[in-house]
């Protein structure tokens, strides 16, 4: 009889195998996962390595002004004699670095925000929801260039920029999973148990409620990334002679015709790392779809 139930379903193990396996296990099953890691993992250790470049950022030391790749300077130089290699890396740091403090600031904020009006309901849960309505209506854009209005220019100022119009939306996505775990059989035990609904939030329905928020961090990694990058091309990230990606796209504007790779090695990395963060959260997506489909 074993025997038989093998027969009729020899695919039945590879399915279980595939159900038990984690959410990094099966993201790295979808091609788009593993490239998109990869992408993220290649550029992360650039940047973190960028102070091991043979030239410095600021050094002007290159024999000649718009210099064209070479093994000198395999990005060219600028026109102020400048290795871009060195540049778009410190760029690529700088915007990395603002883009993932400013999206787990508001991340953890808008999450926090949203479990509180999810698990207070009523009169709590309309007044912070009520909030967050207004909190969106203002256009993210216009939103960061009004903070940075009144704060200044600067890549710190970007990133509470970012962080400030990161909190609405996964203040909304966070109580959106609150309201469905709330209801389940394991809160309301735990309730009927006397826990404190802090302990409640935190030990039985953030562990379930997170996983779609994590998902969201990736496209907010990209958006952030976009954000940034646009605010420096306009001028209001970080100050000459800092190098920031978008800075280096817009200073680049003056040399298309006689110097391609001034804005083609800085755009290219840029689009790298906005296709690396898409194709991550589309599999991150994909595998929450297939493990939620698996239970």
Do not use: K
Not at 27 to 48: E, F, H, Q
Not at 256 to 270: C, E, I, Q, S, T
Request: a positive charge.
């Amino acid at each position: 009889m074993t025997a038989m139930r093998m027969a009729a379903w020899p695919g039945q193990g590879h399915e279980r195998a595939g159900r038990r396996r984690s959410l990094p296990g099966r993201v790295l099953a979808d091609p788009r996962g593993r490239i998109g890691a990869a992408g993220v993992v290649v550029i992360v250790v650039v940047a973190l390595l960028a102070p091991l470049a043979p030239h410095g950022p600021f050094a002007q030391d290159a024999s000649g002004r718009l210099l064209a790749p070479s093994w000198e300077h395999p990005f060219g130089t600028d026109e102020l004699r400048r290795d871009l290699l060195a540049r778009t890396a410190y760029g690529l740091r700088l915007s990395l670095a603002v883009s993932i403090a400013a999206v787990l600031a508001g991340a953890t904020a808008g999450t926090a925000f949203g479990f509180v009006a999810g698990y207070a309901g009523r009169r709590v849960d309309a007044a912070l929801m009520r909030l967050i309505d207004a909190w969106m209506a203002f256009p993210a854009l216009l939103t960061a260039l009004a903070i940075l209005t009144i704060l200044g220019p600067g890549m710190r100022n970007v990133g509470i920029a970012l962080a400030v119009f990161n909190v609405p939306v996964f203040a909304r996505m966070a109580r959106a999973q609150m309201l469905v775990e709330r209801r389940r059989e394991y809160v309301l035990a735990a309730g009927a148990l006397g826990a404190h609904p802090a302990r409640v939030i935190a030990r039985h329905i953030a562990p379930n409620a997170l996983p779609p928020l994590v998902t969201h961090l990736a496209l907010a990694m990209t958006g952030a990334i976009m954000v940034a990058a646009a605010l420096s091309f306009l001028g209001l990230g970080e100050r000459a002679p800092e190098p920031s990606l978008g800075s280096l796209i817009s200073a680049s504007r003056t040399h298309l015709r006689d110097a391609w790779w001034y804005a083609a090695f800085p755009g290219g990395v840029l689009t790298a790392l906005l296709l690396s963060f898409t194709l991550l959260a589309d599999a991150t997506n994909d595998a929450l779809g297939a493990g939620a489909g698996g239970r």
